[in-house]
């Protein structure tokens, strides 16, 4: 799968221009998803210009609030989501644990509510500079994944993305990302019964120079893309060539 997470950029202009070249000029695959994540304003009007389109992309929100605190001004629902055509939804972005200060416990709420209401989680993971730098990846990763409650985890998706490569352009090399999703992976196979592999998608300065290296690892299932993700042509080039 390969996911564009659009964070908060954008305006309709730009994405009806977008979603024309990508439907245009993508070749989607089964097997394969093309995920769009735009924020949370656009989904609607999204999803009526992909209607319009031959093409199945499918529609991610970067949001969902949990029923921690409820009412909650602000707040948008896994039920909203799935009624606006939301079919996948990312949670614990580093940028939300770290500007938004969730919780483990919150996090986990959104995970179960977005599993409730049928939207696959994109559940993202990974290590701080200085964490990597004191040898701390592991014990940072098993403690963001023990918020997933093990009757959920087969449904879920996980993203490494490690803080440090997030839009500083300094990707994660193959082989490290190769040993830490190989190490998630080892992980539920050795704490539950799921028999399936979990998928583990990679995020991180992904971009036209890495992201082949990267997909072609059969650790790696899937792409998590946010800044090269913007321009239409970078995108679609690294969804047909991947
Ligand atoms: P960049 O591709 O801009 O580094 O962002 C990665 C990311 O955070 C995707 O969720």
Redesign the pocket.
Known sequence: MIIA?W?MNGSKELIEVWLNFVSKNIKIIDGKDCIFCPPSCYIDFSKHLIEKTNQSIRLGSQELDSLLSKPLTGGITAEMLVEVGCSFV?IG?S?QRIHLNESNELLSNKLVSAIDNNLTPIY?VGETAKQKKSNQTKEVLLEQLDVIQSQIIDKCII?Y?PVW????GESAEISYIEEVHSFIKEEFKNTTDFSKEISVVY????NLENYKETYNSSQVDGL??????LNHSTFTKIYNMS
């Open positions: 997470n964070k990312i972005h940028e993202c993203a993305e490569a997030i839009g500083t995020g991180g300065s992904v998590l893309i946010g800044g090269a993700s």
